[in-house]
């Protein structure tokens, strides 16, 4: 090779294995930080007043450390497009590693050291993993600092520079209050407001700490200080970039990486594992630039510049930190110079924020410029890093006056003036920590249970890492490109976001609540894998043939030949003809997918030892958390499902090849298709058509958080401090369990855990309610189709007969809900696109419908669960049992997404007060945030008392709340996700059957909707409880429902429901139906003469020829159900203008017999008008199951009749005269 080039290929895998060391610490030091309000409940052993406020800033502290994780997976993958360009293999491999130091980088050395002392030669950078505490995040400043950053020394106290730190600390509080204060139009209100809450966030606490350490023991410390590299950027401007020039001068450049840009972004699928990983937002000028340089190739050496300006943007923001940290805060206070908003030109800027993002026009520069500041990774640490010595000091800000002029009234006023009174005397400030406590050694040490887990969970992590960068590293590779790309695209949806968010960071979290050697972490070697099963170390082998140049020819003789001995265990003779690199792909991911499984029994194992052996150990919130992470990694197993499946071209609902559909024979053995049964899903029966509408709480971390989350991070939903409920003296916190939970009064499903948020007397409530009750009939045969295609689903068929609105059938609420299954509530079945793209299947799901009775039990009226049972042994399965064919042929994901618009009327009738107001103004969503907005600042108001610092700690929770949320949903187009706009948009459309298990109910005469129907009509009504073949028709629930309009801040998403299920007749007489329709006053004789005339009815054409006047008239074969003609007579008295009677003779119908005695009246001096139908009807025969028939026949006669009549009756009179 070239010396050039080799020098520039060398630099580059130096700046890959710098971009991970720093991935994996950042990685690390957020999933060591504490997220449950309890974690923060005591400071030593001591109440801690600052619970919610410590609550909520080491959560802005983690997000901010998974943004910059984030990002420097894209820095990754950037380096890696570089190296492959060259021609050279992807480099994932991490430098040498000294025990209790980190990763060895000779090559580069800092300055100064996190202390601020000059390095010596010698001193190069050591990246270790740690936890976070200020060490910690004064090296991870450090990292990111540039060459003239470090000669200004940012820690040395009083200095300008670590001054400006504080200014930039202050400013980022002061846009926090101005966006939770963004509806205060009032100036004086503003200015007010803000110092009491300024007042409340700053209250300092006192608390006895440990004293500080001996000064041998610390200087001891001092010689263990990491010392760090000069920087980062002249890795890239200086090294990196002028040898990438002099490559597309000579010709080095051999790829363009087109071939794999396409392909990351050929389609949804491919797409889905990586969309998460991306930059943050910006500005719309970055925006575009990030844009291009992720789906643009390597042409030139343009290319390449902007890339690596991107990189050092996202890093350090610009060059000159200080003088862009100046100039920005210079220009904040010209914003508040003559203000009519109130503040010191916070407002404005956040102002400016939102009329950027909501504008087409580009970002002003200044603009720009201050966001790519802000949102870099060396701001985000010292915002850290200030706040974490706020904290420190018991939460007062430090009394230090600012050197920069722009800020330095801010800082007057605040600190001066403010706390010029006596401080409070503590030994050394607050003992806080933000990092979670590990269980002690003495307690591990004293159960086995534990040691075991604490033992063996970094071999666990490791094996799990190992296929990350196993995986990784095909996807760069470059050899065989085509012929790898359907198993190299399912690796790109599955290795990235999937697998980070399922295994990397519930491992990282679960290690953070034991005394694991973080030495033993990102460890791959052999020795720091599992010893058995050997899966993970044969993998390693594999994984070694792709990284090492130089392998001895017998290892890799040996791996090759367990490859080929693995693909003739396939069964596939085509295989085995593959070249061997193609033999070895396929060997890598056959184990790959095995270690994912082996880490998941091993999960599943520890939850066992849980179980049995941990709970006088583990305090009761730790063993929450560590149970979720346990039980997340639990699923790796669906690795090993999915892959396959994916390979083949499957994903969620979509369906993978006939070739994998044609090896399982068995993939619809829970299917739920509504069109699945071929002579229809319902044929000659009555229904019930039940529609609910209501509320449900959506209680889970959203994208991109995992699931086992239990308080959100970096997604949309968000737990706060002031989440729980109180039962007398006793707290029961409240957090996300990824549970979907639609009531709260079921005494047959009780709820502990609901979090239920007040959002005034106009907002939405829990709970889904029916709204009207329907019986409708079948017009011969009901088919379902979804329309348009793969859309809403569409119910054709079914005639209506009577509908009857709720508050008509009982004062009582009748109520539907999704009932647990054992101990497990229902939730959306994705688990980070594993299971499922966005818009997921529900699992468990058993309907049950119950009258709420206020002081006694409940009635259940319905109840059924979804098929779940095997073939051969009758034996339940969850959803996350089938394979990944079966869920997709089952119908259960959805149909399709909608807008909010296309919401039925009968379903708004149980909006919100609010909801109701706001859903219908041009100006929606938009409107309905704001008008929250101003409703929980309202709240907030009411809950500041004077003086402030008479508050105790759930005070403080409840306005550090209240803030938080007000704040979300002030500035929501600001937000890093814009979902709290656009889900209050979006409609998510199911449709599938239900035919499963029948639950126990309450008998026909308490069911009061059969009760109301008999009433309206003598027609008794039951349920079939003896149903066989579930796929015979009229043997199947259909659930067609809608879920979205989601209301981030309540947890509510808005859920419409109709139900159908068909229902058995039981007469013994007669029963009768009534239709009526209603005209202007103007029209009644029109309506008279047309309406209520013997010998003219209005369907006339289905009729024999009938003379005027006559008393008789015959119906035709044709246009009868009964399959035969028959006669009316014109009975009672005289026919009178207005209305009349008839009967007709008994109609035979297969052994039964039907007689129509009916009515027709048109009201006098009544407006609206009224005409109405009635037929009584009175079926007879000693056959019951040809009663039922006929009963069925005679329903669909009167309701197809009515139809008919009414399509008349528009034509006549005119469709907008009659109702």
């Given amino acids: 090779m070239r010396p050039n080039k080799a020098l520039l290929v060398k630099l580059l895998r130096i700046a890959a294995q710098l971009e991970h060391c720093l991935l994996n610490a950042y990685l690390y030091a957020a999933c060591s930080l504490k997220s449950m309000p309890e974690e923060f409940e005591e400071i030593g052993d001591e109440s801690n007043s600052r619970r ?103 820690f040395e106290d009083g200095s300008e520079l670590k001054e400006v730190f504080g200014d930039l600390a202050d400013f980022e509080f002061d846009l926090h209050l101005a966006s939770v204060l963004k509806h205060v139009d009032d100036p004086a209100q503003y200015k007010a407001l803000k110092e009491q809450l300024e007042d409340i966030y700053t209250h300092p606490i006192t608390v006895q700490v440990t004293a500080s350490r001996d000064e041998e023991e610390e200087e001891e410390e001092l010689q263990k200080k990491y010392v760090r590299f000069k920087s980062i950027g002249d890795l890239y401007w200086k090294g990196i970039l002028p040898l990438y020039e002099q490559a597309f001068e000579l010709g080095w450049v051999t790829y363009d990486n087109l071939d794999l840009n396409n392909e990351l972004r050929e389609g949804q699928p491919a797409e889905a594992g990586l969309l998460p990983v991306g930059p943050f937002y910006r500005d719309k000028n970055f925006e575009k630039s990030v844009d291009e340089n ?56 956040v102002e400016a924020l939102i009329e950027d993002k909501n504008s087409q026009e580009p970002t002003p520069d200044w603009l720009a410029n201050g966001q790519r500041l802000r949102l870099s990774h060396l701001y985000r640490f010292i915002i850290i890093w200030e706040e974490l010595e706020q904290e420190q000091r018991g939460g007062s800000l430090s009394g230090e006056t600012s050197a920069n002029a722009g800020v330095a009234k801010r800082q007057k006023r605040r600190f001066w003036q403010k706390w010029n009174a006596p401080k409070p005397k503590l030994t050394s400030g607050s003992n806080f920590e933000p990092a979670r406590q590990p269980i002690s050694q003495e307690d591990v040490n004293s159960n086995l249970g534990l040691n075991k887990l604490t033992e063996e969970l970094p071999a666990q992590f490791n094996a799990c890492y190992l296929v990350l960068l196993a995986w990784l590293s095909r996807m760069y590779e470059i050899r065989d490109w085509q012929a790898d790309k359907p198993r190299r695209q399912a690796i790109q949806m599955l290795a990235s976001w999937p697998l980070m968010s399922m295994a990397i960071r519930p491992f990282l979290e679960l290690a953070s609540f034991f005394p694991v050697d973080l030495n033993k972490l990102y460890r791959i070697e052999p020795d720091y894998l599992p010893y058995l099963p050997p899966n993970a170390r044969l993998l390693y082998e594999v994984y070694e043939q792709y990284i090492t140049r130089e392998n001895q020819q017998s290892r890799k003789t040996n791996c090759l030949q367990a490859a080929k001995e693995v693909v003739r265990g396939l069964g596939n003779p085509a295989l085995e003809k593959l070249p061997d690199q193609d033999q070895l792909n396929l060997y ?72 994998y559909e044609n090896l399982h024979p068995n993939k619809e053995d829970y299917e739920e298709k509504p069109e699945y049964i071929p002579e229809g899903l319902y044929q000659d029966t009555l229904a019930l058509r039940l529609r609910f509408s209501g509320y449900g709480l959506v209680q889970m971390a959203t994208d991109p958080d995992p699931t086992a989350d239990e308080v959100g991070c970096t997604g949309t939903h968000m737990l706060h401090a002031n989440d729980y409920s109180e039962n007398g003296q006793e707290k029961t916190y409240q957090y996300f369990d990824h549970a979907l939970i639609w009531q709260d009064n079921d005494d047959k499903d009780p709820i502990e855990n609901i979090i239920c948020r007040d959002t005034g007397e106009e907002g939405p409530e829990l709970g889904i309610k029916l709204t009207e009750a329907s ?130 009327d009968w379903a708004r009738a149980n909006f919100s007060s609010e909801m109701k107001e706001e859903i219908g103004k041009p100006e929606y969503p938009m409107s309905f945030l704001d008008n929250r907005a101003n409703n929980l600042l309202e709240k907030l108001k009411q809950q500041i008392p004077q003086p402030v610092n008479s508050l105790n700690r759930e005070q403080v929770d409840t306005i550090v709340s209240l803030g938080e949320r007000t704040r979300l949903v002030s500035i929501p187009t600001i937000l890093p996700h814009t979902t709290t706009i656009s889900w209050l948009k979006l409609l998510l459309h199911y449709g599938h059957t239900v035919s499963g298990k029948l639950g126990e109910v309450a008998g026909g005469n308490q069911n009061p909707i059969f009760t109301k129907i008999q009433g309206e009509t003598d027609l008794q009504l039951s349920q079939d409880h003896s149903i066989e073949n579930r796929n015979q028709p009229n043997n199947r629930w259909l659930a067609k429902y809608t879920k979205g309009v989601m209301d981030a801040d309540a947890l509510l998403d808005f859920v419409y429901f109709e139900l159908y299920i068909p229902v058995k007749p039981n007469i013994d007489g007669s029963f009768t139906f009534t239709k009526e329709w209603t005209f202007t006053a103007d029209i009644q004789e029109a309506v008279k003469k047309y309406g209520c005339d013997f010998s003219k009815p209005i369907l006339e054409s ?118």
Avoid at 297 to 320: H, M, Q, S, T, W
Avoid at 1143 to 1148: E, L
Avoid at 1151 to 1157: K, L
């Fill in 52 to 154: 919610a406020i410590q609550f909520e800033r080491v959560r802005s502290w983690k997000a901010s450390l998974l943004a910059a994780s984030k990002e420097e997976m894209v820095h990754i993958h950037y380096v890696q497009c570089l190296l492959r360009a060259l021609g050279e293999p992807p480099c994932f491999e991490l430098p040498q590693r000294k025990e209790g130091e980190g990763w060895l980088f000779p090559n580069w050395q800092t300055m100064i050291d996190s202390e601020g002392e000059v390095t010596e030669e010698g001193d190069y950078v050591k990246v270790p993993i740690n936890t976070l505490d200020e060490d910690t995040i004064k090296e991870f400043i450090l990292y990111e600092s540039s060459d003239l950053l470090q000669i200004e020394n940012p």
């Fill in 294 to 349: 992720l789906k643009d190739p390597l042409r030139n050496y343009k290319d390449v510049r902007d890339i690596v300006r991107e990189i050092l943007i996202e890093g350090e923001g610009f060059a000159n930190f200080r003088f862009r940290a100046k100039a920005l805060l210079a220009k904040v206070e010209e914003l508040g110079q003559g203000t009519t908003l109130g503040g010191e030109g916070e407002r404005e800027y």
């Fill in 588 to 659: 890598m991911d056959y184990l790959a997918v095995r270690v994912l499984s082996d880490a998941a029994e091993w999960a599943s194992e520890m939850i066992g030892v849980f179980d049995t052996t941990a709970e006088d150990v583990v305090r009761p919130n730790y063993q929450k958390m560590l149970l979720a992470r346990l039980k997340e990694l639990s699923y790796l197993g669906e690795f090993q499902k999915q892959f396959r499946f994916r390979v083949q071209g499957g994903y969620s609902n979509q369906l993978p090849d006939l070739t």
């Fill in 775 to 904: 019986l409708v009939v079948t017009d011969g045969r009901a088919r379902v189709r979804f329309a348009p295609i793969k859309q809403d689903l569409n119910v054709k068929g079914f005639l209506e007969l009577l509908t009857v609105k709720a508050e008509n059938i009982t004062s009582n609420d009748i109520c539907l809900n999704l009932r647990k299954k054992g101990e497990t509530a229902p939730f959306l079945n994705g688990l980070n696109h594993i299971v499922w793209q966005d818009g997921e299947p529900i699992d468990p799901f058993i309907l049950a419908v119950y009258q709420h009775q206020q002081d006694e039990d409940n009635i259940e009226l319905f109840q059924r669960e979804i098929f779940n049972q095997t073939p051969k042994d009758d034996q339940e399965k969850t959803l996350l049992d089938m394979s990944p064919l079966q869920r997709t042929v089952s119908s259960r994901g959805p149909s399709g997404f909608d807008q909010y618009i296309n919401i039925p």
């Fill in 1102 to 1219: 289905s009729y024999e020829t009938i003379e005027t006047g006559a008393k008789e008239r015959t119906r035709k074969e044709s246009d009868s159900v009964f399959g035969k003609g028959f006669p009316e007579t014109l009975s009672g008295s005289p026919e009178q203008p207005g209305s009349y009677e008839y009967s007709s003779d008994p109609i035979d119908v297969d052994g039964a017999s039907v007689t129509i005695a009916g009515n027709f009246g048109c009201t006098e001096g009544e407006d609206p008008v009224k005409l109405t139908w009635t037929a009584t009807f009175t079926v007879k025969g000693d056959n019951e199951d040809a009663k039922s028939h006929a009963i069925v026949l005679a329903a669909n006669f009167f309701a197809k009749d009515a139809q008919d009549m009414t399509i008349k009756l528009k034509s006549h009179f005119g469709p907008n005269n009659v109702n």
